[in-house]
């Protein structure tokens, strides 16, 4: 069976998932920013109200993946924070300013975070050398490589995910994500022969108010609707499962 894996950042979500049918869920914070750490409580929460594996993202802002020593600081506690509150794995990206894996910092993190398991994300299409970086990570003994093979999405790097994954053998998975959906999901399993798969997919909720001023919003000019939104729907998760097979 190949496994399926949801992006989600909502307790709402991670439930769906699981009904759905999901293997594991990657939980994060501001989904807007590709993903950023998710606050305690979400994992805590998340952690009661699902049996599935459970990944939180560690990832302290948005934007590129060369970080401060602050901002290291920030995700070794993180990483702590995840471990103390029943998460299964963790989910890292660190660079160096040339575009190479950043040994010494994403090894820090990977030690505080055994014996859970440790995904490299998408970080990874943002080196300068997929197979540098790949003999990287492997050395580093991190367990999953989430990719859209260095495209926009899955679909467009499906023949480096493929080398990617026939070059890593048993070494390390090779996780596609990015652009993945139900109508494109056999056709990237069949040109990519993966055997994990990372899918984000969400519905739109109307918000619940009655009231709204419509002229006030609490985000910067990049926002999504303030009385909108975005959840996993299980009926999509579970379509996503029945292609799977």
């Known amino acids: ?95 160096n300013s040339d575009g190479t894996i950043d040994v010494e910092h994403s090894k820090a993190l990977i030690e505080l975070a055994r014996p859970l398991n440790v995904t490299f994300h998408r970080a990874f299409d943002m080196t ?26 899955v679909l467009e790097g499906a023949e480096l995910i493929a080398s990617l994954r026939e070059k890593a053998g048993d070494r ?15 056709k990237i399993i069949a040109l990519t022969g993966v055997s994990e798969i990372h899918i984000g997919t969400r519905q739109p909720i109307e918000s619940g108010m009655q009231f709204r001023n419509e002229r006030v919003y ?5 926002r999504p609707p303030e009385y909108l939104r975005m959840v996993a729907d299980s009926s999509d998760v579970t379509a996503l499962r029945k292609v799977l097979g």
């Open 128 to 153: 300068r050398d997929a197979f540098e970086a790949l003999d990287t990570l492997i050395e580093l003994g991190v367990d999953r490589i989430l990719t859209s093979g260095q495209e926009p999405t």
């Open 1 to 95: 069976m190949i496994k399926l894996e949801i992006c989600i950042d909502s307790v709402e979500s991670a439930i769906a998932s699981e009904q759905g049918g999901a293997q594991r869920v990657e939980l994060c914070g501001s989904l807007i920013e590709g993903g950023t750490t998710p606050t305690a409580g979400m994992i805590a929460e998340t952690r009661e109200r699902i049996s599935i594996g459970l990944q939180v993202m560690i990832r302290p802002r948005g934007g590129d993946f060369f970080f401060t020593e602050a901002e290291h600081a920030v995700m070794r506690r993180e990483v702590k924070v995840a471990k103390d509150l029943g998460a299964n794995g963790i989910v890292i990206g660190c660079l």
């Open 218 to 222: 609490m985000g910067g000019e990049l």
């Open 172 to 186: 390390v998975i090779i996780l596609p994500g990015g652009g993945v959906t139900e109508r494109n999901l056999a």
